[in-house]
C-alpha cells in the first residue's frame, strides 16, 4: 500500500501560481511512476502531468504545457506540480497518483494504482 497525501491547493487569482506537493508514505517511493490528475465539476478526471521515478521523463498535458512543471525528490518521498500563468480552466480537484509503471509515464486513470484524496485549486478571474 502507497498513502498520497496532497498539499498546496488553494484561491488564486488569474495569473497567478501554486505549488502543490503530495507526500507518499507506506512503500519505497522511487519504486513508483508519479503522476497528477485533474476534475473538475461534471467532467472526466484528465491528466495533467506525470513523471518516471527517477524524474528523467516527464510528461504534459497540451493544456498546461509551458506553464506547469512536475518535479519529485526520492530523498524526501514528495512530488511536485508547479503551477504558473494559471487560469480559470484549472480549476478543479487536482490529485496525487502512483503507478508501478516506473519506467514510462502512465495518462489514463487505470495507468495508476493508488491516489490522493485530492486538492481544491480555484482560478478567479
Known amino acids: 500500500q502507497v498513502q498520497l497525501v496532497e498539499f498546496g491547493g488553494g484561491l488564486v487569482q488569474a495569473g497567478g501560481s501554486l505549488r502543490l506537493s503530495c507526500a507518499a508514505s507506506?512503500?519505497?517511493?522511487?519504486?513508483?511512476?508519479m503522476g497528477w490528475f485533474r476534475q473538475a465539476p461534471g467532467k472526466e478526471r484528465e491528466f495533467v502531468a506525470g513523471?518516471?521515478?527517477?524524474?528523467?521523463?516527464?510528461s504534459y498535458a497540451d493544456s498546461v504545457k509551458g506553464r506547469f512543471t512536475i518535479s519529485r525528490d526520492n530523498a524526501k518521498n514528495t512530488v511536485y506540480l508547479q503551477m504558473n500563468s494559471l487560469i480559470p480552466e484549472d480549476t478543479a480537484v487536482y490529485y496525487c497518483?502512483?503507478?508501478?509503471?516506473?519506467?514510462?509515464?502512465?495518462?489514463?486513470?487505470?495507468?495508476?494504482?493508488?491516489w490522493g484524496q485530492g486538492t481544491q485549486v480555484t482560478v478567479s478571474s
Open positions: 497518483a502512483a503507478s508501478q509503471q516506473r519506467l514510462r509515464v502512465g495518462v489514463r486513470p487505470y495507468d495508476y494504482n493508488y
Open positions: 507506506g512503500r519505497t517511493f522511487s519504486n513508483y511512476g
Open positions: 513523471i518516471t521515478w527517477s524524474g528523467s521523463i516527464t
